[in-house]
């Protein structure tokens, strides 16, 4: 099978991780939709390490894993806490931090 | 052994000014204590300089190496140079320093900073000593300044009136002029002869090119007019009377103005190489000696009266300083006996405000003569001696300078013989003012004579200036004292010396007759309705006016000018830079919306565009 339709299917779930990140203003699909970003870079990590024939996409698969794992952890404690004090989730209503 | 000289001094300064109020009690005879040993110093190796031959008479004294520049030729000694000229200066500096010395002993006695007048007269004999010992310009340079300090201290000793603290200032940056133009010559000497000594330089300068003593020479005269008080950097010396007067005595007439001419006499090699120099300090001379009289003859402050006549006696040196050999060792003759009979006369003046209250308004003095016995006899002897009646001191250099100046031209001559005329003139007029005609005092004056401690430097002083002329010039012995060190040449000039001799006592006569005519009867306040030239000269023929239109004022509007061009253009340059970056960056902060998602959607752009221009530069 060519490698060609993976890093498509790559391509069309980055691409829609990235609007999902734009569009939506849910923190948690934000969020989800970063973790749809990193898988689709971790897919065509793969699919690449498949077709150069070694080990190094693999590897750099299992650190974006690794990454996204803390990541979560640290994200979903923050968003916790933005709710418990604002009662929403809304990413456009935390917008103090600016000039 | 000379060293001892500039160390005593020195040290008795440094002790008055460091321990102060402490020292307040035997400060002063510590002063004179070293004082008086410098003097007996300096007698002493002048003895021992007349015992050696001629020949064997001059000697250097390295004490040790000053300043050494390793990997250059930069090497400056620490030296002493003891030879015929500067021992006479060592004499006349210590022999007149020390009897003022004494004479503030009672000038001074009520004054409550007097511990730190005597340290500074100290300090000033110390670097007086220094200029003329020093073998080197640069260590004459270290004299020179050190003298300026001086005097720039003891105008300004009664820094609580402000003429005074005006008048400091002002000869401090008038002699600063003249500086500019001594470190100018010695950084020249040094680049074209590579050394800055005496010695090396007399002995390269007759095989360098002709404008490097025309050069060096015009920034030493520079240099003699600050310190002397030659045209046209005289104006610091009328006001620099504000001072006490044992200090315009010692500083301001003996000793401090005449490093000028000390300075051109020393520097007898380049003057000799270039002519145009040599007449460049004739006319510097003669003009001096001009307005000075005619300054003198003008002013009824008899200190400022005395001041003129200061100027004018250095323009005599300058002026036979200029002629050369046939003129250096008169110069110096004349600056000797002018020592004597100036110091004697000023002494005179401090001792006639001492009985008059402070007065300086010769139109307020007048038949002082009965009440003031000394300071009348002694002062007479001071007049005698200034106009140059035989057997006083002043005839025998001045007469010798008309003589000189007249085989050098007719016109020098000329101008030195009505010079006389005018000296004659205005002595006469202070003389009648101050100590004969009507008593004009002022209310509760009682004039009394000064105590011993006054009246006796001032007969000792005019003892000298009655004998040393003719003690000098007996058998010439003063030209050969003098000739290995500056060099002499028997002047020619045009008359017979003895008929030029009558014609300068007939223009002296006629002066004092002048002067007595004109001064039978003397209005208590200056008369106002007087001819311009008058006028002229009782503003210093306009010298203030004329530093302040040409130099003050153009000075003054340079540095506005200059303000406003730092603060609009170079100031304005950079303040605009500033505030364009700041009206940008107020501007972009703008972007910082707070929305987490426009920073994603810049993100994201912006990774489109990078990833773009990848794939273009690949393609």
């Given at each position: 099978m060519s490698p060609n339709a993976y890093l498509v299917l790559s391509g069309i779930i980055f691409s829609i991780g990235a609007l999902g990140v734009l569009l939506r203003r849910n923190a948690i699909v934000a969020f989800m939709s970063i973790e749809l970003m990193l898988n689709a870079a971790n897919l065509a990590f793969v699919t690449s390490a498949r077709v150069w024939g070694n080990l190094d996409g693999q590897a750099a698969a299992f650190f974006v894993m690794v990454v996204a794992a803390a990541e979560v952890v640290v994200g979903l404690a923050i968003i916790v806490t933005i709710f418990r004090t604002r009662n929403s989730a809304s990413v456009d209503e935390a917008s103090l931090l600016r000039w | 052994m000379i060293a001892l000289a500039i160390a005593l001094p020195a040290l008795s300064a440094a002790l008055l000014l460091s321990l102060g109020r402490r020292t307040n009690i035997w400060g002063p005879y510590l002063s004179i204590a070293a004082s008086t040993s410098a003097f007996l110093v300096g007698l002493w190796?002048?003895?021992?300089?007349?015992?050696?031959?001629?020949?064997?008479?001059?000697?250097?004294?390295?004490i040790y190496e000053w300043l050494v520049v390793p990997g250059t030729n930069f090497k400056i000694n620490f030296g002493l140079q003891l030879d015929q000229l500067s021992v006479s200066f060592v004499l006349l500096i210590t022999f007149v320093g020390t009897l003022i010395h004494i004479y503030s002993l009672g000038y001074m006695s009520h004054d409550e900073n007097k511990r730190r007048f005597f340290a500074y007269l100290n300090l000033f004999v110390a670097a007086m000593l220094l200029l003329v010992l020093a073998d080197n310009y640069l260590l004459l340079y270290v004299g020179w300044e050190g003298v300026g300090l001086a005097s720039y201290l003891l105008i300004g000793f009664w820094q609580h009136k402000p003429s005074a603290a005006v008048a400091a200032k002002k000869a401090f940056v008038a002699n600063r002029v003249g500086d500019f133009g001594l470190s100018l010559a010695i950084m020249m000497m040094f680049i074209i002869f590579g050394s800055v000594s005496f010695i090396d330089v007399n002995a390269s300068v007759s095989g360098s090119p002709s404008w490097v003593p025309l050069t060096i020479g015009l920034l030493l005269l520079l240099a003699?007019?600050?310190?002397?008080?030659?045209?046209?950097?005289?104006?610091?010396?009328?006001?620099?009377?504000?001072?006490?007067?044992?200090?315009?005595?010692?500083?301001?007439?003996?000793?401090?103005?005449?490093?000028?001419?000390?300075?051109?006499?020393?520097?007898?090699?380049?003057?000799?190489?270039?002519?145009?120099?040599?007449?460049?300090?004739?006319?510097?001379?003669?003009?001096?000696?001009?307005?000075?009289?005619?300054?003198?003859?003008?002013?009824?402050?008899?200190?400022?009266?005395?001041?003129?006549?200061?100027?004018?006696?250095?323009?005599?040196?300058?002026?036979?300083?200029?002629?050369?050999?046939?003129?250096?060792?008169?110069a110096i003759l004349h600056l000797i006996t002018h020592g004597f009979f100036k110091a004697v006369?000023?002494?005179?003046?401090?001792?006639?405000?001492?009985?008059?209250?402070?007065?300086?308004?010769?139109?307020?003095?007048?038949?002082?003569?009965?009440?003031?016995?000394?300071?009348?006899?002694?002062?007479?002897?001071?007049?005698?001696?200034?106009?140059?009646?035989?057997?006083?001191?002043?005839?025998?250099?001045?007469?010798?300078?008309?003589?000189?100046?007249?085989?050098?031209?007719?016109?020098?001559?000329?101008?030195?013989?009505?010079?006389?005329?005018?000296?004659?003139?205005?002595?006469?007029?202070?003389?009648?003012?101050?100590?004969?005609?009507?008593?004009?005092?002022?209310?509760?004056?009682?004039?009394?004579?000064?105590?011993?401690?006054?009246?006796?430097?001032?007969?000792?002083?005019?003892?000298?200036?009655?004998?040393?002329?003719?003690?000098?010039?007996?058998?010439?012995?003063?030209?050969?004292?003098?000739?290995?060190?500056?060099?002499?040449?028997?002047?020619?000039?045009?008359?017979?010396?003895?008929?030029?001799?009558?014609?300068?006592?007939?223009?002296?006569?006629?002066?004092?007759?002048?002067?007595?005519?004109?001064?039978?009867?003397?209005?208590?306040?200056?008369?106002?309705?007087?001819?311009?030239?008058?006028?002229?000269?009782?503003?210093?023929?306009?010298?203030?006016?004329?530093?302040?239109?040409?130099?003050?004022?153009?000075?003054?509007?340079?540095?506005?000018?200059?303000?406003?061009?730092?603060?609009?253009?170079?100031?304005?340059?950079?303040?605009?830079?500033?505030?364009?970056?700041?009206?940008i960056s107020s501007r972009l902060r703008r972007s910082e919306t707070g929305f987490v998602r426009s920073y994603a959607l810049s993100i994201v752009l912006g990774t489109a565009i990078l990833v773009l221009a990848i794939l273009v530069v690949r393609l």
């Open positions: - | 190796q002048f003895l021992l300089m007349t015992n050696r031959p001629t020949e064997e008479r001059a000697s250097i004294t390295t003699a007019c600050g310190k002397s008080a030659q045209f046209p950097l005289q104006s610091w010396l009328l006001d620099a009377m504000e001072g006490p007067t044992p200090v315009s005595a010692l500083i301001h007439a003996a000793t401090m103005v005449t490093a000028g001419v000390y300075l051109i006499v020393r520097s007898a090699s380049i003057f000799n190489a270039s002519t145009f120099a040599q007449n460049t300090v004739i006319v510097i001379g003669v003009i001096s000696l001009l307005m000075g009289a005619v300054i003198g003859a003008a002013k009824d402050d008899i200190k400022k009266s005395l001041a003129g006549s200061t100027m004018s006696q250095i323009g005599y040196m300058v002026l036979a300083a200029g002629l050369g050999p046939i003129g250096y060792v008169f006369m000023f002494l005179g003046a401090g001792s006639v405000m001492h009985a008059t209250n402070d007065n300086v308004d010769m139109r307020r003095f007048g038949g002082l003569s009965k009440s003031m016995i000394f300071t009348t006899i002694t002062f007479f002897i001071g007049y005698l001696a200034i106009i140059g009646i035989p057997p006083f001191a002043g005839f025998y250099s001045k007469d010798h300078i008309i003589e000189a100046a007249l085989s050098h031209s007719w016109a020098a001559g000329i101008a030195a013989l009505f010079g006389a005329g005018l000296t004659a003139f205005y002595m006469t007029r202070m003389v009648v003012m101050t100590f004969f005609s009507k008593p004009r005092w002022e209310e509760k004056v009682h004039p009394h004579e000064s105590p011993i401690s006054m009246t006796l430097p001032m007969i000792i002083l005019s003892i000298g200036a009655a004998t040393i002329g003719i003690g000098l010039t007996q058998n010439n012995v003063f030209e050969h004292w003098l000739e290995p060190v500056t060099g002499f040449s028997e002047p020619h000039p045009p008359l017979p010396i003895l008929t030029i001799t009558y014609i300068t006592l007939g223009v002296v006569a006629l002066g004092v007759i002048i002067g007595i005519s004109l001064n039978r009867k003397i209005p208590k306040v200056a008369p106002t309705k007087v001819t311009l030239f008058t006028t002229a000269a009782r503003n210093d023929l306009y010298g203030d006016l004329l530093n302040e239109t040409l130099l003050m004022r153009p000075g003054m509007k340079l540095s506005k000018f200059l303000t406003i061009f730092d603060r609009g253009v170079i100031d304005g340059f950079y303040s605009g830079l500033g505030l364009i970056t700041g009206s």
